[in-house]
């Protein structure tokens, strides 16, 4: 790696934390340090929920909506600094960090416009013999305390996906981002000062789970906790969050589901890019691919022909197309489910290789059904064919995890597109695309084990971080 460490602290309501416990966050390429933090311990945590609960900033919406745009602009203005910093600590390439970039201005974007718009509804009462000449009117009002706890895969996006919407709404935040790339998070953080946030607004604290994370779960001055990340934590939070809201965005298994009168080339590419965007390190990667049978070993071989066009290597280096994965433990467990499959009686045709934490697009042919990497979430680029005979044999395999985040189909046929949207067990379905497409507003989020089926996306987001209160008047 070329660009030089950085140095940066947590934050209580907008002040810099001293500290003499640093964490050092070095690179899953070549382990050179991409940064030293701060880090911050039980005191902060109640020093960041008293000030967010003190709180009286009343920005208004025109107030909140120029503080997005002014963030939005200075990050578009520092575009290729994020990125490369997003790519020192996580080791994803600079094609997919420039992409992350941009996704995050996006979503201050949207944020922007939504902070504007009204929320309001008018409820006329005298519409039924029960009805009096009244009016009730809605309007939402932000919540007292906020708390986000983010993952590793996105350093920008999921922390944007979770502060915007948060400054739209006029909730004060406290963010955990993750400890493997904490300096992306905490960049941002200072950028949304410098755009006028007031310190209060926000605080970003990272330290030991017991002191930091866990406190602010548990407290019952915490309106909300927020969560995207794995299935284990997100459901130890359920566990110990008391009664609070709670909007939990966890891990997938998404199919990407390839019927015989699919345009193959469509196919082949959405199973390349979605197997292999962002190091496959993505809720919503294509992590199975079910092609029926009679188009299986053509597709599998125009795949593994595709594949040769995403070489794995150096992420700063601008050819390569896929990096690491965020650690070599993560890289070491594609490589066991791998030769688990393998020994089960799949084939590999392409890839397979690792290297510390570099790990190869690998595409595997008749990956039986029961093995561990089909039916766990294998988080790499790993493109596991398996066939199937028709569309129901493709939605029971599909439906047959605990997960149920997002799908796509590959197909022709509007009755068979219609058949899947109507009978897979997942949060989206997208014909025609890889089960991630979504733009920043749209709502996001899955059910079973991958959510509790409350959205994201700019706009529920702030729904989520707000309440409706009504009130009615004579008229
Ligand atoms: P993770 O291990 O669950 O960690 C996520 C966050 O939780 C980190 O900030 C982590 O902090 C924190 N954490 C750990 N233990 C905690 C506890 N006891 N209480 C509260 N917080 C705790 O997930 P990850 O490995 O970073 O991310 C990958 C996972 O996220 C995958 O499963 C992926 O599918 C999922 N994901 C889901 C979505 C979605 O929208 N559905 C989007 C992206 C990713 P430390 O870093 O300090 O451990």
Redesign the pocket.
């Known amino acids: 790696m070329n660009d030089s460490p950085v140095e940066l602290a947590c934050y209580v309501a907008g002040i810099k934390v001293t500290s003499s416990k640093t964490l050092v966050v070095r690179s899953p390429y070549d382990a050179a340090v991409a940064g030293v933090v701060g880090l911050a311990g039980r005191e902060q945590t109640e020093l960041a929920i008293q000030s967010a609960l003190r709180s009286r900033e009343s920005l208004n919406r025109f107030e909140r909506s120029s503080i997005l745009e002014r963030a939005r602009q200075r990050l578009e203005e520092r575009r290729e600094e994020f990125a490369r910093l997003i790519t020192s600590e996580s080791g994803l390439c600079l094609r997919e960090t420039r992409y992350e970039v941009g996704r995050a201005l996006d979503v201050l974007r949207f944020a922007t416009m939504e902070a504007l718009r009204d929320d309001g509804e008018i409820f006329s009462c005298d519409i039924s013999p029960q009805g009096k000449a009244r009016k009730i009117f809605t309007f939402r009002e932000p919540l007292s305390c906020v708390v986000a706890?983010?993952?590793?895969?996105?350093p920008l996006n999921?922390v944007a996906h979770k502060v915007a919407p948060a400054i739209a709404a006029g909730s004060p935040m406290i963010l955990?981002?993750?400890?493997?790339t904490p300096l992306t998070a905490l960049r941002f953080a200072e950028l949304l000062y410098d755009a006028g946030l007031p310190g209060p607004m926000l605080s970003v604290l990272?330290g030991p789970?017991a002191e930091v994370?866990?406190p602010l779960?548990r407290d019952s001055r915490v309106e909300l906790v927020t969560?995207?990340?794995?299935?284990?934590?997100?459901k130890?939070?359920a566990e110990t969050a008391g009664y609070k809201r709670l909007v939990l965005?966890?891990?997938?298994n998404d199919p990407l589901i390839v019927l015989a009168d699919a345009d193959l080339d469509l196919a082949v590419h959405l199973a390349a890019e979605g197997s292999y965007r962002n190091s496959g390190?993505?809720?919503t990667a294509v992590k199975r691919i079910l092609v029926q049978e009679n188009v299986a070993d053509e597709f599998a071989q125009r795949l593994a022909k595709k594949t040769e066009g995403y070489p794995c290597g150096n992420p700063m280096d601008e050819a390569t197309r896929v990096g690491t994965v965020?650690d070599e433990p993560a890289a070491i467990y594609l490589e066991t489910v791998l030769q688990e499959a393998l020994a089960a009686g799949a084939k590999l045709l392409i890839g397979g290789e690792r290297k510390g934490a570099l790990f190869e697009p690998t595409v595997i042919q008749n990956v039986p059904r029961n093995v561990r990497m089909v039916t766990c979430?294998s988080?790499g680029p790993l493109a596991p064919i398996i066939n199937v005979k028709d569309l129901d044999d493709a939605i029971t395999v599909a439906n047959s995890t605990p997960y149920g985040?997002s799908s796509g189909v590959v197909t022709n046929s509007l009755d068979e597109a219609i058949k899947a949207v109507k009978q897979l067990r997942c949060g989206t379905v997208n014909v025609n695309e890889v089960p991630g497409y979504r733009i920043e507003s749209s709502p996001?989020?899955?059910i079973k084990e991958?959510?509790l089926g409350i959205k994201?996306g700019v706009v529920e987001a702030i729904k989520s971080m707000t309440t409706v209160k009504t009130f009615s008047l004579p008229w």
């Open positions: 706890i983010t993952p590793f895969n996105h999921q955990k981002p993750s400890e493997k990272l789970t994370a866990e779960v969560f995207t990340g794995s299935v284990a934590v997100g130890r939070i965005e966890l891990g997938g390190q993505r809720c965020i979430e988080f985040l996001f989020g899955g991958s959510g994201e």
